[in-house]
């Protein structure tokens, strides 16, 4: 589904991340978030969007970016588990990234109503 063809539907979630990681989600086709919790991915259903933001561009010592660095739709309903050492198996969702976002925010202005 292109942006243009969002449903009505269709809910959107920020996940805050290191750009970096975004990255490595994008590349991968997959959504993992707090630490790879379950409960923030079982909430989102097929033709949700998910937008990274990424505060900085490594996860603890990175540069300040404040930006919003990727942004992709739920591809299906499944949660699954991905092993990524013996002792760390975090949870994930497959999503289809649309690339080329990059939204710095610094400086703009935001109304919350």
């Not at 010592?61 to 092993?83: N, S």
């Not at 013996?86 to 109503?113: E, K, M």
């Amino acid at each position: 589904m292109q942006m243009d063809e969002i449903s009505q539907q269709s809910l959107f979630w920020i996940g805050v991340v290191s750009a970096s990681h975004a990255k490595c989600g994008e590349l991968g086709g997959f959504a993992q978030l707090c630490h790879g919790k379950s409960a923030p991915l079982r909430k989102m259903r097929a033709g949700d969007w998910l937008i990274y933001y990424s505060p900085r561009t490594e996860m603890r010592k990175g540069k300040p970016l404040q930006a919003f660095t990727v942004i992709g739709e739920v591809d299906d309903d499944k949660v699954y588990e991905y092993r990524m050492s013996a002792s760390f198996v975090p949870l994930r969702r497959n999503i289809r990234d649309s690339p080329g976002l990059y939204f710095f925010i610094l400086g703009c202005r935001c109304f919350i109503f």
